[in-house]
């Protein structure tokens, strides 16, 4: 992460800082009143806050040691504590400027570093070589499970409820030109009768409208305009789900009882949804999916 | 003997419900568990912070309970124990755990599926801090005016920023990619793809905040962070987490995140 560059800054850094949080306060004008009105002397007036800033630095100005003489016996635990981060370093030292005396401790990003065993926390990253689909990223500090079973992808809508990706993000599609089928819809029934659509892999949202991935737009206004049911295939262990919205009111049913829940599909099952029957025809399963032949090229 | 206090704060930002969950032990929690929890070994304090997806329901419970079963795991083990901190692969223990506990809810409610939680747990104890993470809530060490993020960042944010230090891709893409926020790792109850964990303890001085926060402390930039706390660290941690939430609510965000942040000091 970006830290503060210091360097040497221990006498230039206060009058940065001052001016910094200066123009931060007047341009959001979001911390003074709270400030005000939670500092310790409640008379501070505004310039004062600049020196009550100051000494929350703790190790910059010497005068502390007045203030923690009377303070705390007196001040509820909260701000003893405060004052326990002003009198340490301050105590060590008899002199004022405490940053001149060798940090006990190493700074933030070395004591990061350490912590870490010495490894980075950015993970560095590593194009394969083949220039294929997936941004390796070569991780050491941290325990890099692998995944036995490539998932060529996962389906674009998973990804954007769930907000997680597998180990290894692939930037591109790899060689399909399209979102490889795993099985179709056939309509046996109602309006568009003789016709199909595909479904892919991962999670196919089933509905009137086109914007769906799998569009029944054959003009039964029965089915739900959007996502009136969802068809997942998991290239993982192979399955087909069917899973109702049960959020539409619209009646949907497979093989003429209504699920209440993600029931799994088998090879000619029949779903119902408004007037139109539809029946399910897998292409990937046991008996073959796609991440078999990226297996052989790969 | 080490002794730390500890505030936090929490925000909704925009969203109509909160799925951050944070929860100390010994302590309070934000959500609703009425801690039953044996008392630690003394000096010893356990924070955890959880940032769950999955909508609604499913994110804020996912979030509470991989803290309360990263707690419990790490509370009901440590009694037999002699050690006075938790070592990594406690914390790591505690963290299977946190993911079983998912397993479980889904199996249990199937509509739960594809809900997850990014988790951090820390154990501070006299020789320092300890940490466990998954996901991309951050982990801040604050120390003599400068931050340091202690725990990896398990989303794309930091390929991208790499692609874009290389000139595959301009910063800008870099910063605007939606797949910024999309996470790598995370608890989901399936296998945890990285882990992170620390190797050595942390030791903290007077002075330092550590700093646990969820995703939406990234509205402030680090320097503002840096300010802030800088600002705010005489007054105990509860004034740092108060000025950093108010802060994140003051940028005004219209698509805020919910934002939570535990503030930890060592005392001495």
């Given at each position: 992460m970006a830290k503060q560059d210091d360097g040497n800054g221990s006498i230039k850094q206060p009058g940065k800082f001052l001016g910094s949080l200066r123009d931060a306060l007047a341009a959001a004008s979001r911390e003074d009143t709270n400030r005000l009105t939670t500092a310790e002397n409640p008379t501070t007036a505004k310039p004062e806050l600049d020196a009550d800033a100051?000494?929350?630095?703790?190790?910059?100005?010497?005068?502390?040691?007045?203030?923690?003489t009377d303070a705390p016996e007196t001040c509820p635990p909260q701000i003893s504590s405060s004052d326990s981060h002003d009198s340490s370093p301050s105590s060590d030292k008899t002199d004022d400027v405490a940053p001149s005396a060798p940090p006990p401790l190493p700074n933030a990003a070395d004591a990061a570093r350490e912590a870490r065993g010495g490894t980075p926390n950015i993970p560095p990253v590593v194009r394969s070589p083949a220039g294929d689909r997936h941004v390796e990223f070569d991780a050491p500090p941290t325990t890099h499970v692998v995944?036995?079973?490539?998932?060529?992808?996962?389906?674009?809508?998973?990804?954007?409820?769930t907000q997680l990706v597998r180990g290894k993000q692939q930037v591109e599609r790899g060689d399909f030109s399209q979102d490889p089928v795993v099985g179709w819809l056939v309509i046996v029934g109602g309006p568009g009768i003789g016709s199909f659509r595909p479904i892919y892999e991962g999670n196919n949202t089933v509905g009137r409208a086109s914007s769906n991935r799998v569009a029944i737009d054959f003009g039964d206004d029965a089915i739900s305009a959007e996502e009136q049911a969802y068809v997942r295939y998991d290239s993982a262990d192979r399955s087909f789900l069917f899973v109702p919205n049960l959020a539409k009111t619209n009646v949907v049913s497979v093989n003429d009882k209504r699920p209440a829940t993600a029931v799994p599909l088998q090879g000619m099952d029949v779903i119902t949804m408004g007037r139109t029957q539809i029946v399910f025809v897998p292409f990937c399963g046991a008996d073959f999916d796609w991440s078999e032949l990226t297996e052989l090229k790969g | 003997m080490s002794a730390f206090e500890y505030g936090s704060s929490a925000t909704r930002g925009q969203r109509g419900y909160q799925e951050d969950s944070a929860a100390l032990w010994p302590g309070s929690a934000t959500f609703d568990w009425p801690q039953v929890l044996p008392q630690p070994a003394a000096g010893i304090l356990v924070a955890v912070l959880a940032d769950g997806m999955g909508g609604h329901a499913g994110g804020a419970q996912a979030s509470q309970t991989v803290c309360r079963s990263f707690l419990e795991h790490l509370a009901t083990s440590d009694n037999s124990d002699t050690h006075p901190a938790p070592a990594p692969e406690r914390l790591r223990a505690a963290l299977e755990a946190a993911n079983a506990s998912i397993t479980k809810t889904v199996e249990a409610n199937p509509r739960l599926d594809g809900m997850g939680s990014t988790l951090i747990g820390t154990t501070f104890g006299a020789e320092g801090l300890e940490w466990v993470s998954v996901g991309d809530s951050p982990l801040y060490l604050f120390r003599r005016g400068e931050i340091a993020l202690l725990n990896e960042d398990h989303s794309l944010a930091p390929a991208l920023d790499q692609l874009a230090a290389s000139g595959e891709i301009t910063a800008e893409q870099a910063r605007t990619d939606p797949r910024r926020h999309m996470l790598r790792s995370a608890i989901t109850g399936e296998e945890l793809d990285l882990i992170d964990v620390s190797k050595i303890p942390l030791a903290l001085e007077p002075g330092d905040a550590v700093i646990l926060a969820s995703d939406g402390i990234h509205t402030l930039d680090t320097d503002d962070v840096v300010r802030i706390v800088a600002a705010y660290l005489g007054d105990g941690p509860q004034a740092v987490a108060d000025a950093l939430v108010r802060s994140i609510e003051n940028q005004k965000e219209p698509h805020q995140d919910n934002a939570t942040i535990i503030v930890v000091y060592p005392t001495g």
């Amino acid at each position: 992460m970006a830290k503060q560059d210091d360097g040497n800054g221990s006498i230039k850094q206060p009058g940065k800082f001052l001016g910094s949080l200066r123009d931060a306060l007047a341009a959001a004008s979001r911390e003074d009143t709270n400030r005000l009105t939670t500092a310790e002397n409640p008379t501070t007036a505004k310039p004062e806050l600049d020196a009550d800033a100051t000494t929350s630095l703790a190790m910059k100005i010497a005068p502390p040691s007045d203030i923690i003489t009377d303070a705390p016996e007196t001040c509820p635990p909260q701000i003893s504590s405060s004052d326990s981060h002003d009198s340490s370093p301050s105590s060590d030292k008899t002199d004022d400027v405490a940053p001149s005396a060798p940090p006990p401790l190493p700074n933030a990003a070395d004591a990061a570093r350490e912590a870490r065993g010495g490894t980075p926390n950015i993970p560095p990253v590593v194009r394969s070589p083949a220039g294929d689909r997936h941004v390796e990223f070569d991780a050491p500090p941290t325990t890099h499970v692998v995944r036995p079973s490539p998932i060529p992808k996962e389906d674009d809508e998973d990804m954007a409820r769930t907000q997680l990706v597998r180990g290894k993000q692939q930037v591109e599609r790899g060689d399909f030109s399209q979102d490889p089928v795993v099985g179709w819809l056939v309509i046996v029934g109602g309006p568009g009768i003789g016709s199909f659509r595909p479904i892919y892999e991962g999670n196919n949202t089933v509905g009137r409208a086109s914007s769906n991935r799998v569009a029944i737009d054959f003009g039964d206004d029965a089915i739900s305009a959007e996502e009136q049911a969802y068809v997942r295939y998991d290239s993982a262990d192979r399955s087909f789900l069917f899973v109702p919205n049960l959020a539409k009111t619209n009646v949907v049913s497979v093989n003429d009882k209504r699920p209440a829940t993600a029931v799994p599909l088998q090879g000619m099952d029949v779903i119902t949804m408004g007037r139109t029957q539809i029946v399910f025809v897998p292409f990937c399963g046991a008996d073959f999916d796609w991440s078999e032949l990226t297996e052989l090229k790969g | 003997m080490s002794a730390f206090e500890y505030g936090s704060s929490a925000t909704r930002g925009q969203r109509g419900y909160q799925e951050d969950s944070a929860a100390l032990w010994p302590g309070s929690a934000t959500f609703d568990w009425p801690q039953v929890l044996p008392q630690p070994a003394a000096g010893i304090l356990v924070a955890v912070l959880a940032d769950g997806m999955g909508g609604h329901a499913g994110g804020a419970q996912a979030s509470q309970t991989v803290c309360r079963s990263f707690l419990e795991h790490l509370a009901t083990s440590d009694n037999s124990d002699t050690h006075p901190a938790p070592a990594p692969e406690r914390l790591r223990a505690a963290l299977e755990a946190a993911n079983a506990s998912i397993t479980k809810t889904v199996e249990a409610n199937p509509r739960l599926d594809g809900m997850g939680s990014t988790l951090i747990g820390t154990t501070f104890g006299a020789e320092g801090l300890e940490w466990v993470s998954v996901g991309d809530s951050p982990l801040y060490l604050f120390r003599r005016g400068e931050i340091a993020l202690l725990n990896e960042d398990h989303s794309l944010a930091p390929a991208l920023d790499q692609l874009a230090a290389s000139g595959e891709i301009t910063a800008e893409q870099a910063r605007t990619d939606p797949r910024r926020h999309m996470l790598r790792s995370a608890i989901t109850g399936e296998e945890l793809d990285l882990i992170d964990v620390s190797k050595i303890p942390l030791a903290l001085e007077p002075g330092d905040a550590v700093i646990l926060a969820s995703d939406g402390i990234h509205t402030l930039d680090t320097d503002d962070v840096v300010r802030i706390v800088a600002a705010y660290l005489g007054d105990g941690p509860q004034a740092v987490a108060d000025a950093l939430v108010r802060s994140i609510e003051n940028q005004k965000e219209p698509h805020q995140d919910n934002a939570t942040i535990i503030v930890v000091y060592p005392t001495g």
